[in-house]
């Protein structure tokens, strides 16, 4: 793999991705939004080319040349609130407007030459599970997000079989890191407690899988390279740990003084209290086995922020 081209350039987890290409040498072919105001996530380096691109205009870009081996798509639109606070998550014509982005992206991987696609899935395809999650796990998404991450992947596939393609479909789990979104819970406690403040807490009985975003960016990678990657794998640590834990190691991390107290929130309506990746398929695949622990992962988020 010498060269790729990717959607979604400057989300924590394309921007974690270029960096993990450069560092193997790879040439990246970054694809961002028009105006994004996250381009400044991009490192400066001679082997990265910038495309300008929204995700309805990809349908009629046309490559100078066939010069890519591996296409990703982690671009999505319509995953944050609009004006009135509704979650547009839930919007279903809206999230159905991903299933034609992701097709043109199969088509536009094409036209760069490239031998593979693979996709950016979620957790919310499965919904709610008691067992770790893999790719024999029922599809029981409960919004409509879910709902479209499902039929953009399935419908992607049949696409890439018929234009010749690999495909991978990568449901991924809950990944954090130094670029991750301000209203995660992770970046909330992180932000609260340095501001000497005191969040909100559910009872934290939730079993969770986290993944740092350097650990799944060189998943992406390997899963890429590899000739027997075929499919859907679920992206995770594969350790499912209670959230309290992970908010105390957070509310230490920071040097917060303010006391734990838990149960003062209740939880979501539809809140998943299981969330683990089985990786087994990983490891055999492509041997992955992350090395990134939670402790060390917030310290960097933290040093960070600090800096």
């Not at 989300?11 to 991705?17: E, H, I, V, Y």
């Amino acid at each position: 793999m010498r060269r790729i081209v990717l959607t979604g350039a400057t989300s924590m987890l394309g921007a974690a991705l270029i960096e993990e290409c450069l560092r193997h040498s790879i040439e990246v072919i970054a694809i961002a939004r028009r105006g994004s105001k996250n381009l400044y996530r991009l490192p400066q380096s001679d082997h990265i080319q910038l495309i300008e691109c929204d995700l309805d205009a990809m349908k009629n870009f046309e490559p100078v040349e066939k010069i890519a081996d591996v296409f990703y798509h982690m671009g999505w639109g319509w995953t944050g609130r609009d004006a009135d606070g509704n979650d547009l998550r839930l919007d279903p014509e809206l999230q159905s407007l991903n299933i034609q982005y992701t097709l043109d992206a199969v088509r536009l991987a094409k036209r760069f030459g490239c031998r593979k696609f693979l996709f950016a899935g979620s957790q919310a395809e499965y919904g709610s599970s008691a067992q770790p999650l893999n790719r024999n796990t029922p599809i029981k998404p409960t919004m409509d997000y879910g709902v479209a991450k499902y039929a953009a992947g399935r419908l992607a596939e049949s696409l890439c079989r018929k234009l010749e393609l690999d495909f991978v479909h990568m449901r991924i789990l809950s990944v954090y890191g130094i670029n991750d979104g301000a209203n995660t819970l992770i970046s909330y406690l992180i932000r609260t407690y340095l501001d000497g403040g005191r969040p909100q807490l559910t009872g934290g009985e939730q079993l969770w899988d986290y993944l740092y975003a350097d650990d799944a960016a060189r998943c992406f990678r390997l899963l890429g390279e590899s000739d027997r990657a075929r499919g859907v794998y679920c992206i995770g640590s594969g350790v499912a740990r209670p959230l309290r834990e992970y908010i105390e190691i957070i509310h230490h991390a920071t040097g917060s003084t303010v006391p734990l107290i838990f149960g003062e929130r209740p939880y979501a309506p539809n809140q998943v209290m299981f969330l683990q990746a089985d990786i087994s398929d990983l490891r055999r695949d492509i041997g992955f086995e992350p090395t990134i622990d939670f402790n060390d992962g917030i310290n960097r988020i933290i040093k960070a922020r600090r800096q």
